[in-house]
């Protein structure tokens, strides 16, 4: 064939466009038989006292360098159930990172309370441990001593740490490489170290803060396949915060929205997809769609304090953009 | 193999103009001695023990000084970085008293200790903890918040939590500071010799000018120059490769 009729061929090609919607997916409807697939409710009620992670009315409110009071978090109230996976989610600079350092106890709240099986919080404890986003892990230990180091500062038994130690390594399938330093691991393997390390403190509460946001696609698919394993195997109780709407149905019994500055309980969906679910099912992704249209004002509200130039920003949500999934 | 060749040319060409202007007798040997009249002076020195001796008392001090700097230096730079009335106070003074030559504190010294080995103790002391505590605080605020976090996440306080966390994580971050604490400790301590006759390199430097011994007196200033030199390209060039190793930071070429 010569170039000519190549050239021909790809002029050719626009007859096709525009791409013929799939039937699956119609633009403009929740799902196939119009019903949406999330329903905004609260939770089962049940009190702070009685839940495993019960947050009642939690304010903060910190001085901004020109002296002025601004609120993060606004009285936010969440009960999460033992062995629950609660996923929150909201744009950025709603305060939803802030909230897991409350919660572990790494920085006090303003008002309200923060129960751990009805015991108030005040301290950090390994009872509730955080999972950074990256660069959590100890830099100058290797990997075993990484996970090694919250059983050490409870005084266990070196040969139980060890034992302990390679069962976590195991777990999270990197036996291999208890002899290596972090900065020779890729980034997936570095957040799977930095689950064995909270998991062999055996918490009772994971606390993880957008801990695969810095990860290749290919990698977090893998790690929400290990996370939920692991958290079916454990019977942890889990809140994740991430901005990712989809990873949130993917892995939250869950999710709970929060809007922008001040964070507040917008609303919370429970998700009772099948498991396991998979980022590209199309109901993740509807149920997805409409998380986003919910979010939407939030999100724009979001970029137009970031952009500061007073043009407004204005995200489409799924249903304008034809979003879909 | 060329940096070797480099070197050769290098210190061969430098002896070669020694040599040259020691033996041309342009000022008198007792001035400007030949290479070998220092080989020997070396050679006698070591042979009869007291430039061992020296080395031995002098390589004490400095150890004793420069430790007890780096043990209080990290307390008052985790302090000032730590507190911010310190810091906003005590900083300030630090580093105005760092340009205060160490040896200023030598008549201090005296009269607080009298003629002895703690007032040379005290100038090390002096000449090294600013430096040792200013690299402190420095690392302290540039080590990255996260890790104590995570440590007192996972379970350490108080002394563990600086033990285990908070002085490794910020190693790399004030191993220059120790470094430059080192070199003035050594620097404070051959001056505070050579003020006080008491054994020590400093001394037997001094002992070379009375004796109008120019040999010896260039014997002792390169075995200053080489234990100096050889602390410094071992014990932290080492210190500093290890750390890049495990942290997997790029040496700095």
Same mark, same amino acid.
């Given at each position: ?5 190549? @050239? ?29 697939? &999330? ?75 923060? &129960? ?175 998380? &986003? ?33 | ?48 023990? @007291? ?24 307390? &008052? ?177």
């Amino acid at each position: 064939m010569s170039t000519q009729d190549m @050239s021909a061929n790809i002029k050719n090609l626009p007859s096709q466009f525009p791409i013929p919607v799939d039937p699956r997916f119609p633009p403009h409807t929740g799902s196939r038989d119009g019903k949406p697939v &999330l329903v905004d409710r609260p939770a089962p009620s049940i009190s702070p006292q009685t839940a495993k992670v019960g947050l009642s009315e939690i304010c903060l409110s910190y001085r901004t360098q020109n002296g002025e009071r601004l609120l993060a978090l606004d009285h936010i109230n969440l009960q999460v159930r033992a062995g629950e996976f609660v996923c929150i989610v909201g744009p950025s600079g709603c305060g939803k990172s802030t909230l897991l350092h409350l919660i572990a106890g790494l920085q006090p709240q303003t008002s309200g309370r923060i &129960l751990i099986d009805g015991n108030a919080v005040e301290d950090p404890g390994t009872d509730r441990i955080l999972i950074f986003q990256e660069h959590g892990l100890f830099p100058w230990l290797t990997v075993g001593q990484n996970v090694e180091f919250g059983m050490k500062m409870k005084g266990i038994p070196k040969a139980e740490r060890q034992e302990n130690t390679r069962y976590y390594l195991r777990l999270v399938h990197l036996a291999k490489f208890e002899k290596s330093y972090i900065h020779q691991l890729s980034g997936g393997m570095r957040q799977r170290v930095a689950i064995a390390r909270a998991l062999a403190t055996e918490p009772d509460v994971l606390l993880m803060d957008e801990p695969f946001a810095a990860l290749d696609a290919q990698t977090r698919d893998l790690l929400h396949d290990e996370l939920e394993r692991i958290w079916k195997e454990t019977g942890r109780t889990i809140i994740f915060v991430t901005h990712n709407v989809r990873e949130a149905i993917r892995l939250g019994d869950r999710v709970v929205l929060l809007t922008f500055r001040p964070g507040r309980v917008k609303s919370e969906f429970p998700v009772e997809l099948p498991r396991p679910r998979h980022l590209e099912d199309p109901n993740v992704a509807r149920a997805a769609r409409e998380i &986003l249209d919910e979010l939407r004002d939030e999100i724009n509200q979001s970029l137009a304090t970031e952009y500061n130039d007073g043009v407004k920003p204005h995200v489409k949500t799924g249903v304008e953009a034809g979003f879909q999934g | 193999m060329k940096r070797a060749a480099r070197y050769i040319i290098f210190y061969s060409a430098l002896f070669g103009l020694w040599t040259l202007l020691a033996e041309l007798k342009i000022w008198p040997p007792y001035l400007f001695p030949t290479p070998w009249g220092v080989g020997e002076a070396l050679y006698t020195g070591f042979q009869d023990h @007291s430039y061992w001796i020296a080395i031995r008392v002098s390589m004490q001090r400095v150890l004793i000084g420069y430790g007890i700097s780096v043990v209080l230096g990290m307390i &008052l730079g985790l302090g000032v970085a730590g507190n911010k009335f310190l810091e906003e106070t005590m900083g300030g003074l630090l580093v105005s008293l760092q340009s205060l030559p160490s040896i200023c504190w030598w008549p201090l010294a005296l009269l607080w200790f009298g003629l002895n080995q703690n007032a040379i103790l005290f100038v090390v002391i002096m000449g090294s903890l600013l430096s040792v505590t200013l690299a402190m605080e420095d690392g302290r605020k540039q080590m990255p918040k996260i890790f104590g976090q995570a440590g007192r996440n996972l379970g350490a306080k108080g002394f563990k939590l600086f033990w285990y966390v908070l002085l490794p994580a910020s190693l790399p971050f004030i191993v220059s500071g120790l470094k430059q604490g080192w070199a003035f400790a050594w620097r404070s301590l051959i001056t505070a010799e050579m003020l006080y006759l008491s054994l020590g390199l400093g001394q037997v430097l001094m002992m070379g000018r009375d004796l109008n011994d120019m040999s010896a007196v260039i014997a002792v200033m390169i075995l200053i120059i080489a234990i100096g030199y050889v602390v410094d390209g071992v014990v932290f060039k080492g210190m500093e490769r290890h750390l890049q190793n495990k942290w997997g930071l790029t040496p700095a070429t």
